[in-house]
Each structure stands twice: as C-alpha cells, then as structure tokens.
C-alpha cells in the first residue's frame, strides 16, 4: 500500500481501524497494511540504535494520517482506544450516535473557538483561549473521543514539523439530520466488529470501543451467540 486511495479503500473495507497496531485491541491497523506485518520496523538505525531516517513505510504513513482527513477520504483522530483512528466516513454518523457526547469544561471554551474561528493548531487554541498546553493539549484529547473535535489538516510553521489542525467534527464530516439511535448504532458497531473478528469478549469489545464491559456485553448478547469458555463469556457471529 502506497497510495492515499489504496489506504482509504482499505479503511472504507474495514470500516473501523487503528493507525498503528495495539496489542489489548482488536481492530486492524492501517501499519500492518502499509507494512505487509504488524512488526515494529518504524525507523532505520545505526548498529548502535542510533536513529537514522524513519522507514520508508513509517514515513507514508506519517504523511497519511494528515493527509487522509485533509482530502476528505478518511475521518482521522483520536476516537477509538485512546489512539489515533481511521474511520470510514461512512461510518462517522453511527459512531457519533453511539459514542458522541456534549464538551465539558476546558473543552466548551475549546469547541466555541474552533466554531467561530474555523479549524486551529494548538498553539492558536492556547492564544485564543487563554489554557494552558497540558489544559488545552487534555481538552483536544476529550474532544477527539467525544467525537466533537477531529483532525482536519497539518499547518505548515517554521521547524522540521507542522501543527495539526482541529475543526469541528460534524463541519467536517456533515451529519444527516437525524441519526440513528445510540441502541442501533451499537449494535451495528458490535456486529461489524464481530464479523471482523470471528468472536469477542465484552472486554475485546469495550476496549475497542470504549465502552463498559457490562454494557459490551449486553450489546454482544444481541447480536452474537455466547457461550462459556474457561471462565470467559465469548460471543462469535450467528
């Protein structure tokens, strides 16, 4: 995979994925695509570790996971498993309707910047709301997983490395006017997660989707069949 298109066809396929492989999650990741394994070969390095260059697939993927969301081919952020994310747009309404939830704090000052301002990096989120970068930096990640704030584009300043931007996720990845409900868009999600994977435990599944172990598994119950397994409840399709 070398290509903005392949890696959106594949995400487009999967429908939910990580950008980099997590041992404890179950989702597939958009490295082992671009790296033909799950192997950490990210960078060159000397005999003695010191670093070189970054492997030819790290450096692709580096530049697609800003790349992707800045052309409209892949919603990308932190909102799945505390990592960053690659989201088919075609599910960004269902998972918005099971996971989405309202800005709090620091994150209210945050969300009314980027609304009235359009997409801005951290340090423009500093300068225009006056946090703190831990504060501010902890509000992003919020959002992100609230699936309010997403990524929209690197912004190019001066150093080797650009700024990442953030816009509104549904200016970004327009919602229909009425969504499914938070009880269907979980099933749905548990479903294609279960289809993905064969079976799951409430714990596999929470993990992935940041959901209760307790309310995984209410949601596996409806659209898996369960069976007991040396002491683990495991739900594979029906």
Known sequence: MRT???????????????????????????WEQVNGSQERSWAIREPDGTFVRWSDEMAFLWGAKDELPAAGLVCVGKHLAKVVACIAPRLVPTLVAANGA?????????????????PLTGPLLREATGLTKQECDKAIVSLHHALVLTSSHLV?????WGALAHDLLERKWPLPKRLPSREDARRDLARLVLERTGELTAA???????????????????????HDEEGFRIWTTI
Request: charged share 25%.
């Open 156 to 160: 190019e300043q001066d150093g080797p």
């Open 204 to 226: 596999d599944l929470g993990g992935a989707l940041g959901w209760r172990r307790k309310e995984a598994a209410a949601v596996l119950e409806q659209v898996g069949a369960g």
């Open 102 to 118: 309202e800005p709090e704090g620091a994150g209210l000052l945050v969300t009314e910047s980027i609304r009235e301002a359009g």
């Open 4 to 30: 903005l298109e392949q890696a959106a066809a594949f995400v487009d396929d999967v429908g939910l994925a990580l950008l980099l492989p997590k041992a404890d999650i179950v989702l597939p990741s958009l």
